[in-house]
T-cell receptor
Framework: SQQGEEDPQALSIQEGENATMNCSYKTSINNLQWYRQNSGRGLVHLILIRSNEREKHSGRLRVTLDTSKKSSSLLITASRAADTASYFCATATSGTYKYIFGTGTRLKVLA | SQTIHQWPATLVQPVGSPLSLECTVEGTSNPNLYWYRQAAGRGLQLLFYSIGIDQISSEVPQNLSASRPQDRQFILSSKKLLLSDSGFYLC?????????????FGSGTRLTVV
C-alpha cells in the first residue's frame, strides 16, 4: 500500500492564487520530502522537512508537518503558470533510506 | 558536481523481447541507487534499491531484475517483456552517508511494450 497519499488528486487554480496540497503517511518517519515532476520528466527535489520540524519555507514554498496526524501540506504562494506540474510527497520509514512516493497531485495553473 | 545519466530516453519493444536500461552516476562514490516505475498518470513504484555492489533489494515480484556491476552503475533488465511492463522508468541516487537529503533523479526512460 502507498506510504504517502496526496490530496487532492488534481487542482486547477488561477495564476496568482495559492495552491495547497496535502500528504498523509502511515509509519514513523525521519523526514518527509516534496518533489515536483513536469510532464514526462524526472522528479526534482523541492524541500525536505525533518520529523522534529513543524514548518519550513523555501522561496514561495511552505511545508508543514504534523507527526501526530501523520500528515504534511505543501503551500505554493502566488502561483505561476510555470508551477504547473505534478507534486509528490515521499517518506521513508525510520531507519531506512527507501523512500515511498505518494500518487501525486496534478496542479494546473491557468494564466 | 554529481550527475546522473539514464538511457535510452524512449524505447519501443515487442512483447517477449529482452530489456536493458542503464543508469550511471558521476561525481560521487558509494551512492544508494534506485529504480522506480511510473504508470501513466500514477505515482512511483519502487522496484529495486541498492546500497552497494551485490546488495540489491527487490520490492515487487515481477519479471524484472537489477544488477550493479560497478559502484556507480545500475542496470534494469528483463529476459522477456510483458505488456504490463510499459511505463516510465526512473533511476535515482542518494548519498549513502546523507541519504536523508533526498534523491536526485535521472530524466527517465519511457518504455512501450507492443
Amino acid at each position: 500500500s502507498q506510504q504517502g497519499e496526496e490530496d487532492p488528486q488534481a487542482l486547477s487554480i488561477q495564476e496568482g492564487e495559492n495552491a495547497t496540497m496535502n500528504c498523509s503517511y502511515k509509519t514513523s518517519i525521519n523526514n518527509l520530502q516534496w518533489y515536483r515532476q513536469n510532464s514526462g520528466r524526472g522528479l526534482v527535489h523541492l524541500i525536505l522537512i525533518r520529523s522534529n520540524e513543524r514548518e519550513k519555507h523555501s522561496g514561495r514554498l511552505r511545508v508543514t508537518l504534523d507527526t501526530s496526524k501523520k500528515s504534511s501540506s505543501l503551500l505554493i504562494t502566488a502561483s505561476r503558470a510555470a508551477d504547473t506540474a505534478s507534486y509528490f510527497c515521499a517518506t521513508a520509514t525510520s531507519g531506512t533510506y527507501k523512500y515511498i512516493f505518494g500518487t501525486g497531485t496534478r496542479l494546473k495553473v491557468l494564466a | 558536481s554529481q550527475t546522473i545519466h539514464q538511457w535510452p530516453a524512449t524505447l519501443v519493444q515487442p512483447v517477449g523481447s529482452p530489456l536493458s536500461l542503464e543508469c550511471t552516476v558521476e561525481g560521487t562514490s558509494n551512492p544508494n541507487l534506485y529504480w522506480y516505475r511510473q504508470a501513466a498518470g500514477r505515482g512511483l513504484q519502487l522496484l529495486f534499491y541498492s546500497i552497494g555492489i551485490d546488495q540489491i533489494s527487490s520490492e515487487v515480484p515481477q519479471n524484472l531484475s537489477a544488477s550493479r556491476p560497478q559502484d556507480r552503475q545500475f542496470i534494469l533488465s528483463s529476459k522477456k517483456l510483458l505488456l504490463s511492463d510499459s511505463g516510465f522508468y526512473l533511476c535515482a541516487w542518494s548519498d549513502r552517508d546523507r541519504g536523508y537529503y533526498g534523491y536526485t533523479f535521472g530524466s527517465g526512460t519511457r518504455l512501450t511494450v507492443v
